[in-house]
């Protein structure tokens, strides 16, 4: 049972667009959620967070929406920037146990941003 | 060196092969984790290490053994692995915090396993 989905697995956007990848997630007890970006041959690397009591987190060009009743996260890129061409995953965090917060992650978008 | 490094970044074996990949990290952290990402799949939560004791076991076949000398290494022995077992091992570390506040996650680069 995938419990974060990404079910657009490419997306292509205009250098100087916005860049808009969504993410779904089933289990409404998770806390937090993330955001992080892989290049190739890279690992991931994070981006941004938010916590689930927020519905909006802002870094520079890098926006993060939550909606709780739909289950629905959003991360805005504005402006796109060539740069910005990786893969991006979602992740979602749960409750403390055994000491440390289990992180669940999705497949995945490819993002292309083009010049 | 700083971060999170894996090694070896390739390796290629043969099912009746052991080997082993390393994960060191030089952040301070005292969890550390392997992920396996698989073609079109999630990253997959293999183990995960708390202060050197092993806390999660993601239902892994024990081809795949783990072990944790200390808060800054992780191996991750492989014996008679299969074809399907082929995949990018990701290490992966994070601070311990309160039971508040996002765990944030620093990955290696990770190290592509092919089994022939």
């Known amino acids: 049972d995938q419990q974060v989905k990404q079910n657009s697995p490419s997306l292509s956007v205009q250098e100087g667009r916005i860049s808009i990848l969504n993410c779904d997630y089933t289990n409404s007890m998770f806390d937090y959620f993330l955001w992080y970006k892989k290049y190739p041959a890279e690992g991931p690397t994070f981006l941004i967070s938010?916590?689930?009591?927020?519905d909006k987190n802002e870094d520079g060009r890098f926006t993060v929406f939550l909606n709780k009743s739909a289950k629905h996260l959003s991360l805005h890129i504005v402006p796109s920037q060539p740069g910005d061409s990786a893969v991006y995953f979602c992740a979602a965090g749960g409750s403390f146990s055994g000491g440390y917060q289990k992180v669940t992650f999705g497949t995945g978008t490819k993002l292309q941003v083009i010049p | 060196e700083t971060g999170v490094t894996q090694t070896p970044r390739h390796l290629v074996m043969g099912m009746t092969n052991k080997k082993s990949l390393k994960c060191e990290q030089h952040?301070?952290?005292?969890?550390m984790y392997w992920y396996k990402q698989s073609a079109k799949k999630p990253l997959e939560l293999m183990f995960v290490y708390n202060f050197k004791e092993q806390t999660e076991n993601n239902s892994v076949p024990s081809r795949f053994s783990p072990e944790c000398p200390n808060s800054s290494h992780l191996f991750l022995h492989l014996h008679t692995l299969q074809p399907e077992d082929s995949a990018l091992y990701l290490c992966a570390s994070s601070q311990r915090g309160s039971a508040s506040g996002a765990n944030v996650l620093t990955f290696g680069a990770g190290s592509r396993l092919t089994v022939l």
């Open positions: 952040l301070g952290h005292n969890a």
């Open positions: 938010i916590s689930s009591i927020k």
